[in-house]
């Protein structure tokens, strides 16, 4: 941080007090753009924002102690000339300590394979699930439905051996411990950047149930919903605000708000044809690809830029 910038672009793994500061003491020489992608706002609990702020200094990631994190987190809001968020819940919330805030996603370019074109099934229903480990845990709002249909499906989880319970890097234990009690066929895919999507689209359709319970995970944006729909998969859901409204926008009814929601649709998806999986992929691949386009991701940067005075 020694070195003079004109413009700097902090994400939540970045020194989050230590640019905070600099921006106080240099004030419109440097601007400061704050990107905030998930929902943090939402974790409340007085011990994690104690403890998050403590930890993040101990593993140098930060410069300086935050004795409250969630404080550290609006004080960089306030500070900021421009803040990026995902959703409009986040917008909502951090429009208290900054007007000007902007909405983006992420942009997955050339990072994902051919999308998904036969889906013809010679057996099992095939469900993938695809994510961060981390997040694995989410399949047991499912599990009551994956065991009532276990004969006609099978479950294939896309992702890391291992699950890290603090800061991706400590308490590990096994990614299929986090299956346990579900009883349907499961097969385990190591994560793989050149792999994925292949494994992804190998299956028939996708599921992203997300506990509600944990507020992080509930105000997820729909990174994860888009990328499966450029790869041609129809998808499953909780119906989290988030995934429910862009469900909405593309004109499908595949978010669930309850198990029985969960079960007519893996249901459906048993005994769809092949040509009404097609038409579900086509729709939300052209939707995915309109809506979440090189173009639109370049111009809300654009958007950004030209709102602290950049060209």
């Not at 992420?106 to 990072?111: A, M, N, P, T």
């Not at 099978?154 to 992702?159: A, F």
């Not at 411990?177 to 999507?197: M, P, Q, V, Y």
């Not at 494994?199 to 506990?211: E, F, N």
């Amino acid at each position: 941080m020694a070195r003079d910038y004109d413009l700097v672009l902090v994400t939540h793994n970045g020194d989050i007090p230590g640019w905070t500061a600099r921006k106080r003491r240099e004030g419109s020489r440097l601007k400061f753009v704050f990107e905030l992608v998930d929902s943090y706002f939402t974790q409340t609990g007085l011990a994690r924002r104690h403890l998050k702020g403590a930890a993040r200094r101990v593993l140098g990631i930060d410069s300086r102690v935050s004795l409250d994190f969630m404080r550290t987190l609006a004080a960089a809001c306030e500070a900021a000339d421009a803040v990026i968020c995902s959703t409009e819940e986040q917008a909502a919330i951090i429009r208290g300590f900054n007007a000007n805030v902007h909405l983006s996603f992420d942009y997955f370019g050339d990072e994902l394979g051919p999308a998904k074109v036969d889906f013809g099934r010679p057996g099992k229903l095939r469900i993938a699930w695809e994510g961060q480990s981390t997040t694995l845990p989410n399949l047991q709002v499912i599990r009551g439905v994956l065991n009532e249909v276990k004969n006609m499906v099978e479950l294939h989880v896309i992702t890391d051996p291992q699950i890290h319970r603090f800061f991706g890097r400590f308490g590990s234990y096994p990614a299929m411990r986090a299956l346990e009690g579900i009883e349907c066929d499961k097969h385990f895919h190591a994560w793989n950047r050149a792999t994925f999507s292949r494994l992804v689209t190998d299956c028939d359709v996708a599921v992203i149930p997300i506990d509600q319970s944990n507020a992080l995970w509930w105000g997820k944006p729909e990174n994860k919903l888009v990328l499966l729909w450029q790869l041609g998969m129809p998808v499953l859901t909780s119906a989290t605000p988030v995934y429910h409204r862009v469900m909405e926008r593309a004109g499908v009814d595949m978010s669930c708000r309850n198990d029985g929601d969960w079960r007519r649709g893996i249901e459906l998806l048993i005994t769809a044809p092949p040509a009404d999986l097609a038409g579900i992929s086509a729709q939300c691949r052209l939707y995915a690809a309109t809506a979440y386009s090189k173009g639109a991701f370049v111009g809300r940067f654009d958007a950004v830029l030209s709102s602290i005075g950049i060209a």
